[in-house]
């Protein structure tokens, strides 16, 4: 499978990089995927569908840390078995993207400097992820609206209203100052 994903890539130098962040990752994404779906063949399917979106916007996000592309991963995986699971029971579990939120920022002390320093940042970990994940894709990662939508399997229109509302929202919650600092 891995050979699958090095076709879509550049150059050799981008093949290893990649190897070794599928390496690194692939497990740690089976058992994520496996928490929500509980079943092995799904989460494979889910976890393929992540370093598949991966490859295809590598050229855009390669110069990231190893931990922010672990992170890209993990959100494309989260999407990729919720979208497997609603289709399977017709709905999405809230329960979680609730754990999502306590879990992607439980490795806040990894994260590069610059990514910490950002202010909103911080907020954007706040956010329901429905908005917080299409903010840190634009933002952090520097994916285009169409490469957002096909990253988190929803329309481009979808994508789009995300992030105009994730913007408004993040705008609110600054003006307010509704986080809470001792999180951060």
Do not use: C, W
């Amino acid at each position: 499978m891995l050979k699958t994903y090095l076709l879509l890539l550049d150059s050799e130098e981008d093949n290893t990089r990649f190897t070794d962040i599928f390496n690194q990752n692939k497990d740690i994404l089976g058992n994520y995927a496996y928490s929500i779906l509980r079943d092995k063949q799904l989460s494979e399917d889910a976890v393929s569908d992540a370093f598949f979106k991966l490859a295809k916007v590598f050229y855009r996000i390669r110069d990231k840390s190893d931990i922010q592309i672990r992170n890209y991963l993990m959100v494309i995986t989260r999407n990729a078995a919720l979208k497997i699971y609603g289709k399977r029971r017709n709905e999405i579990p809230v329960e979680h993207f609730d754990n999502f939120v306590a879990e992607k920022y439980e490795i806040e002390d990894e994260l590069d400097e610059k990514f910490i320093r950002d202010e909103a940042f911080r907020y954007i970990r706040n956010m329901d992820p429905k908005y917080g994940d299409v903010l840190l894709l634009k933002y952090q990662f520097g994916l285009q609206d169409k490469e957002i939508a096909n990253s988190l399997g929803i329309t481009l229109n979808n994508a789009k209203i995300r992030l105009f509302r994730g913007k408004r929202k993040l705008q609110d919650m600054m003006k307010e100052g509704q986080y809470d600092r001792q999180s951060i």
